[in-house]
Structures are given as C-alpha cells and as structure tokens.
C-alpha cells in the first residue's frame, strides 16, 4: 500500500469513527430525561416562553427528525447553537479550543523536555539515587491528581514565593493598557507575531504553572518510556561494538542509543497528548483557564447537547487524527514499519 | 553531532531558566493587577445574554451599573432613580412620571420621555424573559419631554414593575433605533454593547472570561476621585480559587464562597465579610396530590419532624434564618404573627398515627444537583424524617431534570421537590401566586396546591396593591394563613447572602432587591 493510500484510508476510517461517536452521543444525551427547552430560556420562563423554544429547537419533532437536522447542519459546518450560551457552539469552541491547544502545546513541550532529559539519565545512571529520583518523580505525576499538584504549585509560587500569578491567561490590566491584536488564538504566538512584548511576557508568566502541572502525567510516562527504550538499547550488540572500539560513553548515548530509543517514546508523546486534552479538564478549573474543558464541564452539567456533541467532535478528532500524526511520524523514523 | 543534542537540551533549559529568573527578579510580582482606579468583582458564571428588554439571568450583574430604570428598591422603599417624582389617580390605574432632566445616554443622547415609551414598548413587544412585568400596562403615553404616562388596564401597583430587576431598563432609542428592528437591536447589544445611562459603559465584553467597563464622565450623579475609573467582572467559577484571589486582593469582591470558609475569612484582616439577607426562600414542596402526602396530617408530621435551627446552622452554617412564612423577611408580605412549626418530634408522632400511615412509607425527595446546599438538606431531612418511621429516598437531578420530572403526572412525580423562590418583582403576589395558585398545567405549581378559596384572596389582593396596600396585605395575610394550616410546603429557611471584600475599598452595600448585583458607582478606594 502506497502511503498515501494509506492516509486516505485512515482518514475515512476516522470519519467512520467520528460519526458512530456522533450518533451515540446525540442518542444518549437526547435521550436523559432533561428540557432543552427549560435551559434555553432560563430561571422563572413562562408557558409561553417555553412553548416558544421548544419550536425553535424543533423538541416536537421526532428525535429521528432532529437528528436528521442536526446532521444536516454538520455538514455545512454548523454545530448548532448552544442552548446554555445562546452562542454558535462552532464558535464557542474555537475559541475555547485554541485557549486549551496554547495550554497543551506548552505543557507537552515541558513533558518531552524534563521526561526524555530525566529518563535518560535515569538509564544511564540505572539504579543510582538519580534513577531512583527520577523514578519516584515519574510515578508521582503519574499518580498524583492534578487537582492536588495545581494547587500546591498556587500555594508555593503564588502564595508563599509571590513569583507566578494565581490564575488565567494574561492580567486584565496588562491587557488593558496593551490590547493584543488576536490573530491565531494562541497568545503567546499573537503577542510575538504583533511585537507586543509586555503581553508576551505575562502570557509566559501565566502559563508557567498550569502547564507544568498539565505537563506532570505525560512527563512521569515519557520519563518510564525513555528510560527502558534507552536500558533495553544500551543492552544491543552495536552498543556493545561500539564501546569495544573504545568510543566515548557520551556518543554512545547521544548519537546511537537515544536515536533508536527515541521512536517509541514519541508514541508515548503522541498519546499523552490526547490525554493532556482530558487532563485540562480540571487544570483549566483551577486555573481559570477559559479553555475547552471548562467549556466541557458547564456543556455536561447543563446537558447542553449540542455543546457536548461539538467537544466530542472535537476530542474525538483530536485522538484519531494525533495517533494518525505519530503512526506516520514512527513510519518516518522506522523503516521497520514502512513494510 | 551528540553533544550537539546534549547542548541543544541544555540550551533550551538554560534559557527556560533565565527567562524564569529574569522575570522573577523583574519584580513583575509587584505589579499587581489593581491599580488603584480599578475595581474587580469575581463572579462564578457566565454571562449569556446582554439585552436589557429580554435578559433574564446572570448578566443581571452587569445591567444596573450600565443601566437605570425609572424608580429603584433602596432598604425596602422605592426611590427616584431615573423618575424624580410620580403620582397616581385614585384607582390606580394612571401613573404619571416625572423624568430627571439633563440625564444623557453613553452616546451623548438626553434622555427623554419618547426613550422611555421606546424601551417599555420594545420590551413589551419583544414579549420574552421577564417582560410579563408590563403585563398590566395599556398604553404608554408621552407628555411631554420629561413626563410620561402609563394606562393600566386594571388596578396595580406599578412601581413594582418600574424598580424590577429585570425588564425595567431605559435604552437609548435615537441610538438604537439606527441599528434596526428588534431582532438587530438584540444582536447589536448581544455583541457587547450598552445603550444606557448609567455610571459605567461598556468597554469589552467577553461573556465567558471577563466583562470591561469604564466610568461615564456625563453620568448625571457626577464623580469624585475615591470612585472607580474602571469596573471589570471577571469570570471564575472555581469557588476556591475565587477565595484565594480575594485574600490575597487580586479582585476586590466576591460572592459565593464556601460556607465553611467564612468564619476563617472574617478572621482576615484583608477582607471583610458582608452576610446580608436577601429575598430568598428555600420551600420542600409537597405532593399534595399523590398518597401518602396527599394526606394533610401526613404533611404536617413532617413539617414537625424537622429541626428547623438545626438545618439552618448545618447548611448555612449560621449565614441564614429559619423562615416563618411563605414570604422572604424584609418584604411586603411578610409577617411574623402566623401559626408556624416547630420542632417536635411526639406530635410528629402522634399525627402519623392519627393519619393512619404509622407504619412508615417510602417517598422521593429530588434536588438540584448543582447546589450544594440543596444536597445537604436533602440529607439531612431524610436524617431528620427517619427518626418519626418514614424513608425518604433523595435523588440528585440537573435542575432541567428535576424540573421535567415535576411538571409530568403528578401521581408519577416527585413528592418533595426542594425548591428555591426569589422575586420576579417585589409583590408577594410573585411568591404566592406562582407556588401556590392553582394551574390548568404545572408550571411552579410543584406541590400542585388546588384551592379556590387561596387563588380568590390573592388575586384580589394583587388588584387593590395599587389601591389600598393595607387592604392589600391583610388579605395576602389571611392567604398565608391557609397556606400554613394546609401546609402544600415546609418553608425551610431564608439564606444570606454572602459578600467578601478587599479592605482596599468600602462602601459596597448588599441590595437584595437586585441580587447578586454589585453597584460599583457606590464603590470608593479607601486610600
């Protein structure tokens, strides 16, 4: 199979997948007894008020109908109007997307950092207190809620040290007094395209801890993940050929374990991600995030359907299409695969 | 090329480092985020929709700072606010107003009579949120520049419509009427923008993160240099994280906080703590329809199986009252004098027996997941109940669940729904007339209460407010009356509301009239 035959079949197997996601949920979430209606018009309606909104929403029609609507709408790229917001969900979530899409980029840009870093030093120096540390931080972010770890990185950098702010994307004073042209959604991208230095400082300044404690899962996995691809490679007889020619330990490592280390621990990177996705969830709660989970959480509580199904969309696309990204980037840097 | 890496790495994290450092010895922690002109008011939801004619829930928080409407609650007594004078004819059913002159519009518009008969129509014709407040109104007429006329069709008290929090709003009709018809209107002002009079304008609105005004220089009331240039509504919905951003003055006000939090807060020498009653009320509605409380001793037994004080310090913690009648204290229609119930167990006792259902019985009780006070009584009334035999099942709904469930056949539905009342308008016809009168079809009705001899004295008491308010009350009073002899509701308790502010300003006074408001025109620094 040609690659890019391979593409297309992968891209129409996710549309497949996207779809049936689309179906149960739509199913699911129509079918808990709720009132959309209610929703839409707020505390203390009248009859008519809600007699009203229940034709705009089409809820008399069959639930086949209503689907069939719904669907009708997708494919001219309307995810319909949130009931809770009143806003086009499209919208919505574009915008909350590219909030939590700056937050994970950021974050996973810390986890390969400290986790490929830390791992592989954890393999070089195997069963030295490094390792050991290096093991006990890798099950603790693994384990540890990031509720909990949020917190205490508030309390210590904002609290205790006053170094880094409480919470949200950039103060609003500082915004205020330097309004930042919005071209992508990604602040600390917009703030450098625009030169607007004062707002690209605070947007790092603010994303620091959020993004460290975002980054805690992905980093201990990565970390486990390096650390026995590196143990297992170090083991090879080219490695051992190689230090019989008496080459430095340092290439060693560098040039010839960590290439043939790294693959898999790019797969790790790529499956974190679509868990950095779930795991923003509850950091953009205890950030102030305005991001897509805090968006996701008001969607689910108020039973706002079409806000939900338009973050499934969302999340499921972002999960078919990462592990698409890392199957053909692996098939880039093992030949193996290409067969 | 492998060091390489190894450099590159090292680079990288040298430079994460140094920036990190840079900005930490930068001193940027000194910047904090309020300058002195600025005032932040910590909010736990979004706003949603932005038209005063048709808004109908959180943006509340923002209208009367942008707005006026024409009389104002202020203690319980209704002030002029954008009207400095009214009167009545004898049967209530012309009011006459007398407008404030030299009051100008964020545009720079006067406002004028032909502004106030443009929005009251507008909100009329628009006929959505809480427009029914006008339902009364014939016509509105203008007099001239500064005095306009209402025409009711039928006796009412209609300052209870012109100081609503909701609906009541003056809008700049020269202004708004160039944008077009009232669908393009509603979308205009939806986008973030205000047409009004008041203190502050719009500046930026971002409906889910923050909400920007600054101060009206032309604001009729004028300025001095303590008030607040800038008023900014910032949207955290995490109520730990609000708790935190208070104390430590990164915003200056907020509610909503964590019960048990409070006594520690008032310990705090950086806040203060503001506990306010306001015109809330939470009821268990009865089935009165469904067996076994469709049995009125049944209902009684409960009503003297809980421990009202009791629910009171372990809900609210003490930041509450427990209720002594249908209707919130501190307003019209409440009174202290009525046969209430209390606490006793042995009657509780004696009156299952003599109702035949001594044996106990299981019943459903639902709440509104999302309160956390809800779930507390609901299982501390099932505590409570077991003690007199009867088991008491509780559900957690989202309240469109709960909601649905109630307004279905009530032989299938709930058989107690706890259930929060605050005012539409301050009339105790809004509290007894939407819990308790009759209904062709449930609507709030969620105790389905059915008796004419009620609905006659409160309907008739709505007319003569206009006219004679003692007439009025005493019949709202024999009505409560037989309320809490027929007992369709346990009325539980009235929760305060509860304020935290920086010590960095003052003046903020809690008005239960326009809940969860925050004036910030009333604000001043305190340096």
Redesign the interface.
Known sequence: MKLWEYIIYRLVLAIVVIFFVITIVFFVSRV?????A??W?????????IEKAKEELHLNEPLITQFYYYLRGLLHGDLGISI????PVLE?IT??FTATLELIIVAEFFAV?IG??LGVYSAVKKDSWIDNLGRLFAISGVSLPAFWFG?VL?LLF??QL??LP??GRV????M?EHPLHVITGLYILDSLITGNWVVF?NA??HI?LPALTLAMYPVGLITRQARSMMIEVLQENYIRTARAYGLPE??I???YA?KNAIAPALIVVGLSLAYTLVGAFLVE????W?GLG??AT?AI???DYPAIIGVVIIAASAYVFINLIVDLIQMYLDPRIRV | ???K??VA?IV??VIIAA??AY??LSG??K?K???PS?V?YGYNV?M??LDPSTE??NSIVMLPNLYEALTKYVNGDIKPWLATSWEVSSNATVWTFHLRENVKFHSGNPLTAEDVKWSIERTIRM????S?IWDPVKEVKVIDDYTVEFDLKYPYNLLVSTSAAYAAYIMDSKFLSQKGNDAQIAEYL?EGHDAGSGPYYLT?YD????V?MKKFDDYWGGWNDKQFD?A?I?????A??RE??VT?N?IQITRELPLDDIPTLENNPNVKVDATPNYQELYAMLNTVKPPLNNKLVRKALAYATPYQDLVEYVLNGYGEVAKCPIPKGMSGYFEDLPTYTYNLSKARELLNESGYSGGFHFLLTYNA?DVAEKKVAEFLKSSWSKIGVDLEVRAM????Q???GRSDPQKAQDVFIFYWWP?YLSPYDFLATMFHSEE?T??NLCYYNNSEFDDLVDQALILEGIDMQKALSLYHEAEEILMEDCPALCLYYPEDVYVYSNTITGFRDNPAYPQVVFFYELQKTS
């Open positions: 808990i007894p709720s009132d959309p209610a929703l018009v707020g505390a203390h309606p009248t009859p008519e008020e809770r917001t009143h806003h919505d915008k909350a950092i490929i870093v917190m508030q904002f609290r006053g170094w409480l919470s103060d609003t004073i500082v205020l400082k790092i300044w620091i340092r290439i490592y560098m040039k960590l709660i205890i950030f102030n305005p805090r968006y008001y509580l108020s039973m | 090329m492998e060091t890496v190894l790495v990288v994290i920036v990190g900005f930490a940027e922690k910047e985020p309020a300058t600025t932040i979004e949603i929709t109908y829930s006929g959505l949120g809480a029914f939806n930026s409906p889910k993160t923050e920007v800038i900014i910032k949207i955290v919905p995490d730990s994280l935190q951003m430590s990164e999302a989202n309240w469109e669940q909601w649905a469930l539409d079809e609507y709030f």
